[in-house]
Each structure stands twice: as structure tokens, then as C-alpha cells.
């Protein structure tokens, strides 16, 4: 069990180590993007993040509807 554990933070240490040193030996060497958003090859594929998308949707169907919610108060009022 002890072995087990030991092998595996040694491998996670070495990966970890060849992570890092890709990076300061990359020109300009920074951490990969991971926002879908902000990645030009999915961009030019139209896909986008999924949150983003999620409230464009949501504005878009805000704007469409044309009504306006009546409170209790207008309702009595109306009736009257």
C-alpha cells in the first residue's frame, strides 16, 4: 500500500516538473488558455462557452417576448 502511494507522488512529481519546464523553456512561456472563449480555432468553428452562449440565449428570449407581468395589485385594479 505504502509503495503504491510513493509511486504515485513520485510520478505526479515528475509531472508535474516537466510541466514547469516546458513553460520556462517555451518562448514567452505562459499556462494554456483553457477558456473555450478565448480559443481562435473554436471561435472560427462557432463554438463558444457554454455559459456565454447560455445568457446570449436567455437575452435574446428576454427581447422577444412582448408582454408585460401584471402584479396582483394591477390585476384588482383592472377588474374593478
Excluded: Y
Excluded at 5 to 33: D, Q, S, Y
Excluded at 42 to 58: F, P
Aim: contains cysteine; aromatic residues 4%.
Amino acid at each position: 500500500m505504502i509503495t503504491v502511494l510513493l509511486i504515485t507522488i513520485v510520478l505526479l512529481a515528475i509531472g508535474f516538473t516537466g510541466f514547469a519546464i516546458t513553460i520556462l523553456i517555451k518562448k514567452n512561456g505562459k499556462f494554456p488558455e483553457l477558456h473555450i472563449g478565448k480559443n481562435e480555432d473554436l471561435k472560427k468553428r462557432g463554438i463558444g462557452c457554454a455559459t456565454s452562449q447560455d445568457k446570449t440565449e436567455q437575452s435574446k428570449a428576454k427581447k422577444s417576448l412582448q408582454f408585460k407581468q401584471l402584479t396582483l395589485l394591477e390585476k384588482e385594479l383592472k377588474s374593478l
